[in-house]
């Protein structure tokens, strides 16, 4: 949601939709990718688009009557899952899961200033915290894992050499196995009343990358729960108000207008409420 309050931006499977608060239009800013992660700057009037296809899209969409493409970003090794614009909407932070880093993009340029690398489990949340765009945060996606503060140096720069290390599918496909085999080893040791056992079973299971959150873990580990004492807070996620009864993930995204007086929610059914 735009600063505002006038404006939501929404993902869709071949880019984003612009809608006006007010009386529900909406604008197509297609790309020709899924979108995997969109921000409004502070003021509202530009947006960036993350694809698919491991490129950032920006777009001046102005008072929301019409949008044109103002850059494209690329260079990216893998698709950038969260963004966030600096205050002065000169600087773009993105972070991306697949390769563990973070960027800081210099919007009137086009280029990446710097690459950061960051949480070992990928990351949840990139953003400024202060008026200082030298300074970026980002925190991981690991409920353990600290926040990361970043600081751009003071004098000229340039984007530090990177090496990429893909993940080859067979150890995409071990790692599977391996989170299953727990999984099934857990079910066996709580049906035999070996609570303590499949706890650290599960608890293995959640620490793959991947599966921290994966369905048919979270249904093993809330049923190991009720024959288990809770001794503290693993992880948590945040229901909107007068949201009704949801399933577990059906609220895919979030965001809150300043001064926190609207909140709008993005549903998987394809539902947007504001």
Request: hydrophobic share 40%; with cysteine; glycine share 12%.
């Amino acid at each position: 949601m735009s600063a505002d309050g006038r404006h939501v931006l929404t993902a869709e499977e071949d880019g984003a939709r612009l809608w006006s608060v007010a009386d529900g239009r909406c604008l197509v800013l297609a790309t020709g990718s899924a979108t995997h992660a969109l921000c409004f700057s502070p003021d509202g009037r530009m947006v960036a688009v993350a694809g698919k296809d491991r490129v950032i899209r920006l777009w001046d969409v102005g008072d929301g009557l019409q949008v044109r493409t103002l850059r494209t970003l690329t260079g990216l090794s893998a698709a950038a899952g969260h963004l966030a614009f600096g205050d002065s909407g000169r600087l773009l932070m993105s972070g991306t899961t697949g390769d563990h880093t973070v960027q800081i993009w210099e919007l009137g340029s086009g280029r990446c200033l710097r690459t950061f690398t960051a949480h070992t489990y990928g990351m949840h949340h990139v953003g400024f915290p202060d008026s200082d765009a030298r300074f970026g945060c980002s925190v991981g996606g690991h409920p353990e894992l600290p926040m990361h503060r970043w600081r751009l140096p003071e004098t000229a720069y340039a984007a530090e050499q990177h090496v990429i290390k893909p993940c080859e599918y067979a150890e995409v496909n071990r790692l599977g196995e391996l989170a299953k085999e727990l999984l099934g080893d857990a079910r066996q040791a709580m049906s035999n009343g070996r609570h303590r056992s499949a706890l650290g079973l599960l608890t293995r299971a959640r620490e793959i990358p991947g599966y921290e959150r994966a369905p048919q873990v979270l249904a093993a580990w809330h049923d190991l729960g009720r024959s288990a004492r809770h001794i503290r807070l693993r992880s948590a996620w945040s229901r909107p108000p007068d949201a009704g009864h949801l399933s577990f993930g059906a609220i895919t995204a979030i965001g809150v207008a300043a001064g926190g007086r609207l909140t709008v929610s993005g549903q998987s059914g394809g539902t947007v409420r504001i």
